[in-house]
């Protein structure tokens, strides 16, 4: 079975002169009415075709979409919900604008559907709006697909566990972060996640492939639904809709399919005119080497930068507390003395986490001096993340500044004030292979 540039047009054959039956005309008007106004105005939909300039877009470019109608989407939220309901370009899909959002986009596709029904009752079909509007939706599921699919198959989206997280209790976690940590833990397998459904997204916008690769998108974003529902990410209503859409795009097939793989029938492919088939497969062509050259640029970039690719601190790793000195008085390492540390793990430049004897981890902003040996902490401002690149410097009052000592490669001694008062640390470095996790390694048979 293939596809042609009609590759999903109602199959009732597009030069027969037969008519649809009135319950296909309305469910096309609504469709075409709510998928159409969902794909315009909904945040993220697009952005994976502006992905290339992401670098001097300002940061609301992912909420552009939705800014003319966030006055209306405000009014409904706060009048008819109770809530406040603002774009948020951090958000990407369950917060309350974007619910508001499908309510409003719901209510007016309902509404423009019933008035395009009694205004064009006389109409039969609408096969040259049909194949417009499934082009759309595929140029939007496939930028979607691109965007999630390249930063999994460059691993960014969920980047390998950092080192911090090796000593947190499994029930601190979020369940998104259990999720998080488990691919990221797996590259190869966070690839080939990112892998089929970037196939997925080329095939789409390959015209004899569109009905495989709407096929494969269902089956992609299905898989990404459970795992938005089970594990609480945030990404619930958008994967719905991906869903749906793949649903949309393979429903005027749904009798080819039927015959092809459950009755075992001959069919055949749709006939359309050579120009139309020529500029549709450009424009498709076009838009699949954009988005690959647009999202895989992008994501090359930010494997150096957060991703495995990106540098890391010169004291990288998890040192273990031996001995705490405060004040010239040695102090024992008691689980109920929260003043001393117990673990100290170096991960990003710019970043340290001290570990309590409480077990409690503590981020902080860390400038490492190496030429003088020198280590500068300093506690981020309440709701700012305690990085903010590799050529931060502490800008607010620092509360520790320690000189290091490295003998040995295993071995540091840190000296110097802490909160007032004059410290001595030494640790050891702690053996990655100490971890199970870290030291298993695949096995073709195990016992």
């Given at each position: ?37 969902f794909c315009l105005f909904f945040p993220w939909m697009w952005f994976s075709y502006l992905i290339a300039f992401r670098r001097v877009l300002p940061d609301d470019a992912t909420v552009w979409s939705a800014r003319p ?302 030429a003088a040996h020198r280590v500068t902490l300093s506690r981020p401002d309440p709701g700012s993340a305690p990085s903010e690149g590799p050529d931060h410097h502490p800008s607010g009052s620092s509360f520790a500044v ?46």
């Amino acid at each position: 079975m293939t596809a042609t540039e009609t590759d999903l047009a109602p199959d009732t054959g597009r030069h027969a002169d037969h008519a649809w039956n009135p319950v296909t005309r309305i469910v096309f008007r609504f469709c075409f009415s709510y998928f159409g106004l969902f794909c315009l105005f909904f945040p993220w939909m697009w952005f994976s075709y502006l992905i290339a300039f992401r670098r001097v877009l300002p940061d609301d470019a992912t909420v552009w979409s939705a800014r003319p109608v966030a006055p209306i989407v405000g009014w409904v939220g706060r009048h008819l919900f109770g809530v406040s309901a603002v774009p948020n370009p951090y958000s990407q899909g369950d917060d309350p604008f974007e619910w508001v959002l499908v309510f409003c986009i719901l209510v007016a596709a309902v509404a423009v559907t019933v008035m395009w029904s009694l205004l064009d009752r006389r109409r039969t079909e609408y096969r040259g709006p049909a194949d417009g509007f499934l082009l759309a939706m595929r140029l939007a599921l496939a930028g979607q697909m691109f965007y999630y699919g390249v930063a999994k198959l460059i691993p960014n989206q969920m980047p390998e566990p950092p080192l911090a997280t090796w000593l947190q209790r499994f029930g601190d976690f979020s369940p998104d972060m259990v999720l998080w940590n488990q691919v990221g833990y797996s590259q190869p397998y966070e690839m080939l996640l990112g892998a089929a459904e970037v196939l997925g997204g080329v095939l789409l916008l390959l015209p004899r492939t569109a009905v495989l690769g709407a096929m494969l998108c269902l089956a992609d974003m299905a898989q990404v639904f459970v795992l938005n529902m089970t594990f609480g990410v945030s990404v619930k209503l958008l994967s719905a809709h991906l869903i749906l859409l793949s649903v949309v795009l393979l429903a005027p097939r749904t009798r080819q399919l039927l015959d092809a793989v459950v009755l075992g029938r001959a069919t055949a492919a749709v006939p359309g005119g050579r120009r139309s088939r020529r500029t549709i497969t450009t424009l498709q062509v076009a838009a699949l080497i954009w988005l690959a050259v647009g999202n895989g640029y992008q994501n090359w970039r930010l494997w150096y930068e957060i991703g495995g690719g990106r540098p890391v601190s010169a004291l990288y790793g998890i040192w273990e507390v031996t001995s705490f000195d405060r004040d010239g008085q040695s102090r024992p390492l008691l689980l109920t003395d929260r003043d001393l540390w117990r673990r100290i793990v170096f991960d990003d430049p710019d970043t340290m986490t001290y570990q309590q004897t409480d077990d409690r981890l503590v981020p902080v902003i860390a400038h490492i001096d190496t030429a003088a040996h020198r280590v500068t902490l300093s506690r981020p401002d309440p709701g700012s993340a305690p990085s903010e690149g590799p050529d931060h410097h502490p800008s607010g009052s620092s509360f520790a500044v320690l000189d290091y000592q490295r003998p040995e490669p295993n071995h540091l001694r840190l000296t110097g004030d802490l909160d007032g008062h004059h410290v001595t640390i030494t640790l050891d470095l702690v053996d990655p292979a100490s971890f199970p996790l870290r030291a298993s390694r695949f096995q073709w048979v195990q016992r």
